[in-house]
């Protein structure tokens, strides 16, 4: 069975950095899905983050391109998310997701929430205070 298991969250100050890191297990080959990170704030919908398909090439949510960086290693089957210049609104639970890619533009129209996830993990807090 397919598991996610997200690490470092954590709580930061406004204008802070933290990275967070998911780790695939489960023979579910990295090096033929997508990956993604997906978030829920306060009082808000879970949203796309950033996804990276299995060349690695990423899109963005644009509230936070500039700012997040997502990186993965096909063969270790981790995802990583590099967040500098944190807001307060970035307060809320990040969830790592994986599927294979099923058509096209599925990375981008993942990031837009788009299309459902197969596999998810159970999130970790990310809190960011002034």
């Known amino acids: 069975q397919v598991q996610l298991v997200e690490s470092g969250g954590g709580s930061v100050q406004t204008g802070g950095s933290l990275i967070l890191s998911c780790a695939m297990s489960?023979?579910?080959?990295?090096?033929?899905?997508?990956m993604a990170w997906f978030r829920q704030t306060p009082g808000k919908e879970r949203e796309g983050v950033a996804a990276v398909d299995s060349g690695g090439t990423t899109s963005y949510a644009d509230s936070v391109k500039g700012r997040f960086t997502a990186s993965r290693d096909s063969a270790k089957n981790t995802l990583a998310l590099q967040m500098n210049s944190l807001k307060r609104e970035a307060t809320g639970f990040y969830y790592c997701?994986?599927?294979?890619?099923?058509?096209?533009?599925?990375?981008?129209?993942?990031?837009?929430?788009?299309?459902?996830?197969?596999?998810w993990g159970k999130g970790t807090l990310v809190t960011v205070s002034s």
């Open positions: 997701a994986a599927s294979p890619t099923k058509g096209p533009w599925w990375r981008l129209r993942v990031v837009a929430g788009q299309v459902p996830m197969d596999y």
């Open positions: 489960g023979g579910y080959s990295g090096s033929t899905c997508l």
